[in-house]
């Protein structure tokens, strides 16, 4: 029997397997009755308006600080394979030019992506988005700054730093709120002011400010680990 | 017929994505198929907008398609080397 046969017959396999699902499934008009009480008290619990950040960063902040765990995780495992000792350090890159189309868009560029990277986690209870989507948006200002400059070099020790102080910053919010509110990461220890404000949601601004910090410092840092390792004999 | 201009959007951005998916695996060339995988994040990241999830979308659209893009070309080239 050939490979193709194999590999059609599991396709088919995974077909009969998967079938009964598509046949049993109901498209539902109505909330899952914890659905239904997000929708209902997300608002007045937790003051943001935007919906998706008050489950995300209140009712399930014990797993956003897991992803953000993850992603530390792999951003010191990519920094750990991939460091290198600094004298064998060559400079023997060949670079190629840089065209004048590059380095002038990204003089434009670089701060609009960056102020809409701040914009994204500072509104953050607004509007969508929220620390890991500004991160992101950050982290890619930083992959146009090492394209359009050679040169450039991320200093290891303010990544370091900004980092490790955002992550301690939001483990300890999230302990403030076990003495002062209802729980671990209860945005309630700040006053939940008025909604559709920018200063509102008690503490979910100043937890997805730290956030985007973090998330943008690491995914440069991991950007920064692979450009200087092109260097590298 | 709203409905239908969206159903004709994303079945033109699902065919997109199946054709950069197909061109992925099968270009011999390995900076194409590198290309191909970033514009198929960047239609998924689309079809996301069309399901009203933004979010998801900008996380898809600067993670997906920027950055892992760029971390591919670069192992690619230090894999050159």
Known sequence: MGKKTLIVLLMVAMAAVLYPLYESYQGSEQLTELGQYYADNGVQDTGAANLVTSVVVTYRG???????TILFLAASVISFFLSFKKEDRKESREIRNITEILTTASQVLIPMIYMLGVYIFVNGHLTPGGGFQGGAVIASGTLLMFLSNPDFKLSHKVIHYVESTSGVVFVLIGVLGIFMAGGFLDNRILGLGEVNTLFSAGAIPVIYTFLGLK??????NVLGIFVESQNEQ | MDNFILTALASVLGIASIIGAYVAIHNSKLT??????????LVASVLFLLLAAPDVAMTEA???SALTTAIFFFTLNKIRQ
């Not at chain 1, 014990?62 to 953000?68: A, C, P, Q, R």
């Not at chain 1, 998330?215 to 440069?220: A, D, I, Q």
Request: no cysteine.
């Open chain 2, 32 to 41: 194409v198929a590198i290309i191909a995988t970033g514009i198929v994040s």
């Open chain 1, 62 to 68: 014990l797993d956003t600080l897991g992803e953000v």
């Open chain 2, 62 to 64: 600067s993670i997906g």
């Open chain 1, 215 to 220: 998330v943008g410092t690491e995914l440069s």
